[in-house]
C-alpha cells in the first residue's frame, strides 16, 4: 500500500513539474487535463469545440471552445462553470481594447468579470463577504481560466509579450457575483435589459481597485463626495476622461436607497462632482492633450493641445467623466460595515458612453 | 492499471503553420526605393530619415518614402501593407518602444518579408523579449530586428542621429547589404 502510494506520489509530482516546464501556468500548478475531463467540459455547452471565441487577429492566435474548455479545466474549475467561461470569453470578445492588444501594453490592465442571475447560487459564487479575496472555488478558477487563456492561447507571458510595468492582483484571478439578495436596486444585467431570472457575465477591462473607507457617515451628498474623490484621483487621468464601476457594499448602497436616490440619482451626483480644478491639474502636469494620443500632459509640452474643458465656459472645471454612464454601479461584499470599493475601467479617446460589454450565459451561437 | 491518456496542449500552437522564409536581399541598394514606415512614436520619423539619409549617401539607395501608422499597438493595416510592397523595394520601421508597438513592429517586419520586401523591425532594447515573443506567435521565431537603446522618446534631435548611426551597420547586415555595395 505504501509503495503504491509513493509511487502514484512521483508521478503526481512530475505531471505537475511538466505543466511548470512546458510554462503553461501562471505560476501556481494547475490541474492535468486529459481527453475525458475535457469531454466533461464540452458536454456542458452545446458549441462546436472549433468554434472560435476570441481572436487577436494580430497575433494569429485564436481561442477556441475546445481550448476555452482545457483551460478552464487546468484552471480547476468543475465542469458545471463552464458556461459561465464561454459568456465571460463572449463578453471579453466585444470589449475593444483587449482585440487590440491592451494585454501586451505596459499598463497592465486586466478583465474583471461580474456575475448576474440564479447561476451564482447554482455553481456558489460568491457575492458577499471577501469579495476580491479569495477562498471561493468558483470566483478564483472562472477568473483564473481567462488568464491561463491569454497566457497559453495568446502567448501573453510576462516579460515577453506581457509587458505590463506593474501589472495588477486581478492578473491572476477576477471574477465577482453581485449580491442582488441584499441590493436595494434592480441587479446590474437588468439595466442592460436582461429578466432578473437570466444568467449574465458582464466583463470591465480594470486597471485597479481601490478600497473606500467611509463608515462615518449617513449622508448621501458626504458618501457620494468621498467616492467621487477617488474617481477623480490624478494619478488615474492619463487620458482625457477615465470610468469607474462602484462596488457597493449593501450598508453603502442602503444610504442612497433610504435617501430616495436610484442608481441614475447616484450616477448624476457623480458626474456632476467629478471635476477637477485646472490648477490641480497645473500641479501634476496634466492640464493639456498630446496631439496624436490624446493623453494628458502640461501645456509647456511642445506636443501639447488644450484639452475639451479649455473650449467651454468654465476652462478650469475640467470633467473626469465624459458622460453619467461612466459610472456602473453594482452591490457586493458583505453587509456589515461601510467599506465600499472604486473600480478603475480602462478608459482611451474617444471614451465610451458603456465602458462594459456583456453575455448572457448558456446561450448559443 | 488504469489507461494512461495523454496530457493536452493548451496552448493551440501545434496548428499555427510557420513560414520562417527571409524575402531575397538585395545585395546592393543602388536605385532602391525606401519605404520608411513611421509607428507615430516621438522621434520615429527623425531616426529614420536619418537612417535613410545614411543609405542614399553611402550606398546609393534612391528615393525615400514616409508612411504613418494609423495605430502604434496593432501591426500595418493590409491597405497600406499592399501600398508599400507596390512601391517600395526594402521597408525600415521604427520605433517599437511600448509593449503592444515593439511587438508590432516585429509583426509588420514579419508582414513584410512573407510579402517579399526584405525590412529592419526597429524597436528599443527595453522591448527586445515582446518582439521576440511576438516572432514566436507569428510562427518566425528566428526572426531577426535591431534592438536600438532606450529610450527614444526623450531624445533630443542629435541623440536621435547618435542612436541612427549606431543603428546602421544592423541595417545593414539585416538588408544584406555588402560591404561597398
Known sequence: MDETTTAEADALREIVEHYFDKEWTDGLPVVPVTETLLAEFLATVARDPDEVLFSITHLNRHLTVRLAAINAAMAGCRSEYFPVVVAAWEAIAKEPHPARGIWQSTTG??????????????????????????GFRANATIGRAIRLGCINVFGLHPHKL????????????????????????PALHTEHGFEASDDVVTAFVIRSVIHIEA?????????????????????????????????????????????????????????????????????????????????????THPDSMPDSASQTEEPDEVRALSNPTSIQIMVAGADNAGVSAVVEIFTLNPPRVHPYSHQQIGATA | MAQLEALLDPTGMEAGAAD?????????????????????????TLLLETIAAQLQEHHGAGEARLYTKDYFGTPVKETLLEEIVRECDVVITAVGDCGSCSAATVADGI?????????????????????????SVQGFPGFDFYAVKHPMASLTAEEVRERAMTAMPEVLRILGVEEGR
Not at chain 1, 456575475?115 to 459564487?125: K, Q, T
Request: proline residues 5%.
Open chain 1, 109 to 134: 490592465t486586466a478583465p474583471l468579470l461580474v456575475v448576474n442571475g440564479p447561476v451564482r447560487e447554482r455553481i456558489g459564487l460568491n457575492s458577499t463577504g471577501n469579495i476580491f479575496g479569495s
Open chain 1, 162 to 185: 506581457d509587458q505590463a510595468t506593474q501589472g495588477t492582483p486581478a492578473k491572476y484571478s477576477a471574477c465577482i457575483a453581485e449580491n442582488e439578495e441584499q441590493s436595494p436596486w
Open chain 1, 215 to 299: 463608515r462615518h457617515t449617513q449622508s448621501p451628498e458626504q458618501l457620494a463626495r468621498d467616492l467621487t474623490d477617488t474617481i477623480v484621483r490624478t494619478g488615474a487621468l492619463i487620458h482625457e476622461y477615465t470610468s469607474a464601476l462602484l462596488v457597493l457594499t449593501p450598508e453603502h448602497a442602503d444610504v442612497f436607497a433610504s435617501a430616495g436616490w436610484s442608481k441614475d440619482d447616484l450616477r448624476s451626483f457623480v458626474y456632476d462632482n467629478a471635476v477637477r480644478k485646472r490648477e490641480d491639474l497645473v500641479a501634476v502636469g496634466k492640464d493639456a492633450l498630446s496631439h496624436k494620443t490624446r493623453w494628458r500632459l502640461a501645456a
Open chain 2, 111 to 135: 508582414m513584410f518579408e512573407r510579402a517579399g520586401v526584405p525590412t529592419v523591425s526597429i524597436t528599443s532594447d527595453s522591448f527586445l523579449m515582446s518582439g521576440q515573443a511576438m516572432a
Open chain 2, 20 to 44: 520562417t522564409t527571409l524575402s531575397p536581399r538585395p545585395v546592393s541598394l543602388r536605385g532602391l526605393t525606401i519605404g520608411l514606415l513611421d509607428n507615430t512614436k516621438p522621434n520615429s
